[in-house]
């Protein structure tokens, strides 16, 4: 991907932001279509902390929910089964 001196080239910096934009949700792609690279990396990086944020909260709610149900129930049984797969 990079040439001869261990560089990396114009060309491959712009099909790495295309693929890195790619990765966006379609309503923050539309936010940079036509921005900058700078713009592009600091939209992903919000995207990236707003993920994370949504991890934490679905993690914490499902955390909440096993500890109000039985370990042996069916339904904490399907949930193990989630996570084993």
Do not use: H, W
Not at 36 to 52: F, G
């Amino acid at each position: 991907m990079s040439s001869q001196r261990g560089r990396i080239t114009d060309k491959e910096i712009n099909e790495l932001v295309s693929s890195l934009q790619s990765l966006l949700p379609e309503s923050r792609r539309r936010s940079t279509s036509r921005a900058s690279s700078s713009k592009l990396l600091k939209e992903t990086c919000s995207y990236i902390r707003s993920l994370q944020r949504e991890v934490d909260d679905l993690s914490g709610r499902l955390a909440e929910l096993m500890s109000t149900m039985d370990s042996d129930s069916p339904q904490a049984e399907i949930i193990r089964s989630i996570f084993r797969s």
